[in-house]
């Protein structure tokens, strides 16, 4: 017995160690994923047209000729996680072939729905460097911990730094064009019988140019910070106005916010929807307002969505103001700021429409 319990004791402990460098480690995951992205392996597997085998993904690579031997290395891994599949699988790993998954897919840079521009702004070191400074952070009087590295808030610097402000506009617009098929596909109702509608903080116009694709009827205008909509060319239905929606929203039958309201606090969220329900107000008509954002999920078992959410939240407090919400969190904002009604349909994966009502 007693040996028994020492074997339970010691396989504890070897459990234990082996979580935690789980979680130490697990920035090799993301820069694999990076590297391999930077590298263009997805495209280069995509455009092969069929299984490649090592010793054919190698030449096609723009590496030096000594680092060959690594490319192995970084397939497993990359193949672990679920990016790669293989066949053919034989003593000899050169001719080892790899297929894209759903997950690389996503990847290619012909993917209309591509993910790697997010995967660029996300592992800049300007977005990961901060995360060095969390528990310096958590001890002084800073608003954010992006802050306390970089001396700036989140959105100056994205207006001084063009190489950033390029990389975060594109992020936002591969979201945006992912979700916008999404929604005009699955949620058309949200937007049948609206005349005009106003996405403020819509960045470069991905979603209302989608928007103003699918619903000619509709009156586009984006509403984002001068220097996002500097010179973007407008339609016939889908203009761009500069401006700050803390000061004044446009008015119009709706008001978007797409992945906006995660980004600021409690206080800062009141405000803004305040103007959005001025801005509806003005038309004089039934108006609403309409969020994209997650509603956190209470729910045990759903364990990787949960994390994802949770992975965000700590973006939002790390690099500006905001934070993920619960439902009874997204009620007590929406009535905070005068609204009487809403409804909530999880149908964006982790992100949910929320449509709120004067």
Known sequence: MESQNG????????????????????????????????????????????????????????????????????????????????????????ETEYMLT????????????SVAPFVHAMLDPVLTNPWHQLSTWLTNGDP????????????????????FNNLFNDAMASDARL???????????????????????????????????????????VLDLPHVVAGLQETENLKYVGGDMFKEIPSADA??????????????????LKNCKDAIA???KEGKVIIIDMVMENEKGKNESLQTQLFFDMLMMVLVTGKERTKKEWVNLISSSGFSNYKITPILGLRSVIEIYP
């Open 144 to 163: 954010t911990a992006f802050e306390t590295k970089h001396g700036m808030l989140f959105w100056d610097c994205a207006e001084r730094e063009p190489k």
């Open 7 to 94: 074997e339970h004791v010691a396989s504890n402990l070897l459990k234990a160690q082996s979580h935690i460098w789980n979680h130490i480690f697990n920035f090799i995951n993301s820069m694999s994923l990076k590297c391999v992205v930077d590298l263009g392996i997805p495209d280069i597997i995509h455009n092969y047209g069929k299984p490649i085998s090592l010793s054919k993904l190698i030449p096609l690579l723009p590496i030096h000729p000594s680092k060959t031997i690594f490319i192995y290395r970084l397939m497993r891994i990359m193949t672990h996680s679920g990016f790669f599949s293989q066949q053919n699988i034989t003593e000899n790993e050169l």
């Open 255 to 272: 008001i978007l916010l797409k992945w906006i309201l995660h980004d600021w606090n409690d206080d800062e969220c009141v405000k803004i």
């Open 179 to 221: 979700v916008s098929s999404v929604v005009i596909e699955k949620c058309k109702e949200v937007f049948n019988g609206l005349e005009s509608i106003v996405d403020v903080g819509g960045g470069i116009g991905t979603m209302a140019k989608a928007l103003a694709k699918s619903f000619p009827q509709l009156e586009c205008t």
């Open 282 to 284: 003005k038309k004089g």
């Open 102 to 113: 759903d997950t690389s897919l996503l990847l290619l840079s012909d993917n209309p729905m």
